[in-house]
């Protein structure tokens, strides 16, 4: 998205100064065209006038040059003919808007001419007028408007200023609009919820950097140390076979974090993923056989109906991974691991020790895990159900952990895709914030 930066101010003054040029234009035409029709008509209405008015004059006088005399005054000029066709008058000039021709009982004959010049010197004065009039209007008004411009787009200029305090490094403040159901209130609004956000977000990056670098110390610290001990150990110490175990261990608890991290980094970045077929209960049942080969006397299980879904297989069957691992590190060697897939979606279910109420959204964080069941020991990295709840919300579902009298319970829940034509998109929206510390 590119925004256009023009001058708002500029803008804003140059469009009401057009307007305003605009509408000064149509009203000068408007009054010039009005003022020249009623001058028509109210010449028309002299002439008659002074038609009548020479009636009475010839009823007086009888038809004559005094007649004619008398009733040319005020631009108006008159050829008179009388019954015996003699003329008087000055006649007609040689530019003349209106003319009236009035014949009386006894033969007389006048024609009455206005003339052009009169009423043009009402017309110009009148567009002077109107000219001088609307350029002093626009004057003012630009220089009224840039004031007033000014003044309506000072908060424009706070924002400004708060956003470059901010860059600065001076966080925490805010905007904080008087009315925030206005324009510029419902700018300063989002404004504020963006900087709320994004401050949020740098805090809980900066946390999850942290506990991410710590997680990655305790392994690593390992790693050292056993290879030290090794290094310095004679070839023929009967601890060292147990030393290369530790050493594998650490290592491999260090890599898990690793590609926990980079899974969830990938997520973040808005990773597709494929669009295929992919049965829900099939996954399943890999995953038991899965869980089955790593711990043979562990008691999971499969069942359900088969359910089919447009996704990527590989990311769901880590999502049905995550949990079982999940499970049975909660419960023990000893525990029990349910997985039923239904008409939306699948439930994984354990007999262990359950997650309490207060902390069943919590989970889902990054780095998090509940002290009596998930610990470091476990060899988990507390990225797992973030990773999770990620994959199954880019599918179009959810997954929650489910309120249980006994044991843990998560349910993933699937909209049905009919248009495997879109490929799937990880947002980092749908990953869940790092809420640790």
Not at 51 to 69: F, K
Not at 350 to 361: I, L, M, Q, Y
């Amino acid at each position: 998205m590119t925004l256009k930066t023009v001058s708002l101010r500029r803008r804003v003054a140059a469009g009401v100064l057009l307007v305003l040029v605009v509408v000064l234009v149509t009203l000068v035409v408007l009054v010039d065209v009005l003022f020249a029709a009623q001058t028509s008509r109210d010449t028309d209405i002299a002439l008659r006038q002074r038609a009548v008015q020479a009636g009475q004059v010839i009823q007086r006088r009888g038809p004559g040059p005094a007649v004619a005399r008398s009733l040319e005054r005020g631009g108006v000029r008159v050829d008179l003919v009388t019954p015996d066709g003699r003329t008087f008058g000055s006649g007609p000039d040689s530019e003349t808007s209106k003319q009236l021709t009035w014949s009386y009982p006894d033969g007389t004959k006048i024609t009455f001419y206005a003339e052009v010049e009169v009423m043009s010197q009402q017309q110009q004065r009148l567009r002077r007028l109107l000219f001088l009039v609307g350029l002093g209007a626009i004057t003012v008004t630009g220089v009224v408007l840039i004031w007033v411009v000014r003044r309506a787009l000072a908060p424009l200029d706070a924002m400004t200023s708060l956003a470059q305090a901010i860059a600065g490094g001076h966080r925490g403040g805010r905007l904080n609009p008087s009315s925030p159901k206005t324009e510029l209130g419902r700018v300063a609004v989002a404004f504020d919820g963006m900087l709320d956000s994004l401050e949020g977000s740098e805090q809980r990056t900066r946390r999850f950097v942290a506990d991410a670098a710590h997680e990655l110390r305790t392994p690593i610290t390992g790693v050292q140390a056993v290879a030290e001990a090794l290094v310095q150990a004679s070839p023929d110490a009967p601890d060292r076979d147990q030393m290369s175990l530790l050493l594998v261990r650490e290592a491999r608890r260090a890599g898990r974090l690793v590609d926990d991290l980079l899974a969830l980094a990938q997520l973040d970045a808005g990773l597709e993923m494929q669009r295929e077929q992919v049965d829900l209960l099939a996954l399943a049942e890999s995953e038991v056989t899965r869980t089955r080969l790593l711990a043979p006397d562990f008691d999971i299980e499969a069942s359900g109906t088969p359910l089919v879904i447009t996704g990527d297989g590989q990311r769901l069957a880590q999502v049905m991974a995550n949990l079982a691992d999940n499970a049975r590190q909660a419960t023990g060697p000893g525990g029990r691991v349910r997985i039923l897939v239904d008409w939306a979606g699948f439930t994984v279910s354990d007999n262990g020790p359950g997650v309490p109420d207060s902390e069943r959204e919590r989970i889902f964080d990054r780095l998090v895990r509940l002290d009596d069941s998930r610990d470091r020991r476990s060899g988990g990295s507390g990225l797992g159900l973030a990773i999770a709840r990620g994959v199954v919300r880019a599918h179009g579902g959810n997954l929650s952990c489910e309120p249980s009298p006994s044991g843990a319970v998560f349910r993933a829940v699937f909209r049905p895709h009919d248009e495997p034509t879109r490929p799937i998109r990880l947002n980092r929206a749908d990953i869940p914030p790092d809420r640790t510390g």
